[in-house]
């Protein structure tokens, strides 16, 4: 089987020797006030070594285990070891092993959907071989780009999705437009036909595109809902590993418009802010949830049954859109290895942040869910929001055209003579 999961990255590279932006919101609605604390939460609790939290769920009696052991009351010199201790992952693999024992636990296994079982089955494993990446590093294009990349986009995408991926590139993921540098690209302004209606082979499809654009990450693995979260973890671990330097990650869904100025501003804002309070390593903003429950209706595709995941969700930013920093990412590589893989991806981030004791941000400009009734229509509203959640890829191009179009006072705006886009 084939399958795939791919991440296309479009570094943005600023220099951030440009001058601050003198930008004033004239919307206080998108202002975020609680950017670096969350006042409108109250604290949550750090309930989840709890055990009446766990009764007989399949994945809580998985990661009980886990968490006792890094518990920092019950075992203090485990967790002083640090976060790169390599006996995470024996530690997961064991909690696995010994839960195989349990005649309980095999009980329950039997019981769970036929879907959910098939996650079972897959869930340690978590290496698996990349297909396709950029030739170029992260962050390093040229020799004289000596800042690191303000923003990395990480988009998920399937295989299938040229179409939402070339709309991308067209529009809010485009090199150049902030200098106004042009790529050189065959790009049209038409959207491209979906290669599968031409029946062609579509891995070397794939290749020509990565091998042209060369912002594909591409791993071996099926291209399913419940794999979707190992594309968040394999992403942290090639983030890592690639020593990528972007200062803050954009990881989103291939249905969505971003108004890049205007996150590219807020991000620049909270910058200095955030590295003079030290908390950067802490940065995840989004449409934050708060206290959800799995959803137990099970013709839903996010049917999680009671005897598989009991509780409610920790607090996690909506997936369709996120920003953290690259200092987050690096940190949720390590600790997503004493975390088991959990089927619904935004929720996995959330379990890995509760644990990191880092807490996701809510800012209202996060359109995940759409806009809120009739907003949509108002003027400008598209310039109000950072970003918003589903849109097809020809309202994609529709959308940035009609952003472009005011594009010049952006760039008054922010001033950013100094700045350059580029694409890996
Ligand atoms: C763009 O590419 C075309 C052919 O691929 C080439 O003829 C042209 O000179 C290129 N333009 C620039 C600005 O590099
Ligand atoms: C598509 O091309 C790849 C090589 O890039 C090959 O391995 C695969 O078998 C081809 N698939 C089909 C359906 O022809
Ligand atoms: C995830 O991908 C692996 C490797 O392709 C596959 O064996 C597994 O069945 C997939 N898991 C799910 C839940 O689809
Ligand atoms: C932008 O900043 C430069 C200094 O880097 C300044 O000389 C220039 O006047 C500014 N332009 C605008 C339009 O504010």
């Avoid at 003198?22 to 006030?33: C, D, G, R, S």
Wanted: charged fraction near 25%; hydrophobic fraction near 40%.
């Amino acid at each position: 089987m084939l399958l795939l999961f791919f991440y296309a990255g479009i570094v943005v590279c600023m220099r951030m020797t440009g001058v601050k932006a003198p930008w004033t919101p004239e919307n206080p609605q998108f202002v975020a006030p609680g950017t670096l604390k969350n006042k409108g939460f109250a604290p949550l609790a750090r309930v989840f070594w709890r055990n009446d939290l766990h009764k007989e769920a399949f994945w809580n009696q998985l990661q009980l285990p886990v968490d006792r052991h890094f518990n920092p009351i019950l075992h203090p010199s485990a967790t002083k070891r640090g976060l790169r201790n390599s006996r995470f992952e024996s530690m997961v693999k064991r909690s696995f092993s010994e839960a195989k024992k349990q005649e309980d636990m095999r009980q329950t296994f039997h019981n769970l959907p036929h879907h959910i079982q098939r996650f079972v089955n897959h869930m340690l494993r978590r290496s698996y071989p990349i297909i396709l990446q950029p030739e170029r590093q992260c962050g390093a294009q040229e020799q004289n780009e000596k800042k690191p990349p303000l923003l990395l986009f990480a988009i998920k995408t399937a295989e299938l999705n040229f179409k939402n991926r070339q709309a991308i590139r067209q529009s809010w993921g485009k090199a150049g437009w902030v200098a106004g540098q042009k790529r050189n690209s065959s790009v049209g302004e038409e959207v491209g036909e979906n290669p599968n209606d031409l029946g062609v082979n579509i891995s070397e499809l794939l290749k020509m595109e990565s091998k042209h654009y060369g912002d594909i990450l591409q791993w071996d693995f099926e291209d399913t809902f419940f794999n979707l979260t190992l594309k968040d973890v394999l992403f942290w671990r090639w983030f890592s590993h690639s020593h990528c330097r972007a200062v803050f990650v954009f990881k989103g869904d291939d249905d969505i418009f971003v108004n890049t100025p205007r996150l590219i501003t807020y991000l620049w804002d909270q910058l200095e802010t955030l590295q003079a309070n030290k908390i950067l390593k802490d940065f995840m903003v989004g449409e934050v949830i708060e206290a959800a429950t799995p959803d137990r209706a099970d013709k839903s595709k996010y049917f999680i049954p009671e005897s598989f995941y009991s509780g409610s969700y920790p607090r996690y930013p909506g997936g369709g859109g996120v920003v953290y920093s690259g200092l987050l990412a690096q940190r949720l590589n390590l600790m997503s290895r004493r975390v088991h893989l959990y089927p619904i991806d935004d929720v996995y981030v959330g379990m890995c942040m509760t644990r990191l004791n880092a807490f996701p941000v809510h800012h209202p400009a996060f359109l995940t869910f759409d806009f809120p009734g009739k907003e949509e229509k108002q003027p400008c509203s598209y310039h109000k929001i950072l970003l918003v959640h589903k849109r097809s890829p020809e309202q994609i191009v529709r959308l940035w055209a009609d952003l472009k179009q005011t594009q010049t006072q952006f760039l008054l705006l922010l001033n950013i003579t100094n700045t350059r886009i580029w694409e890996i």
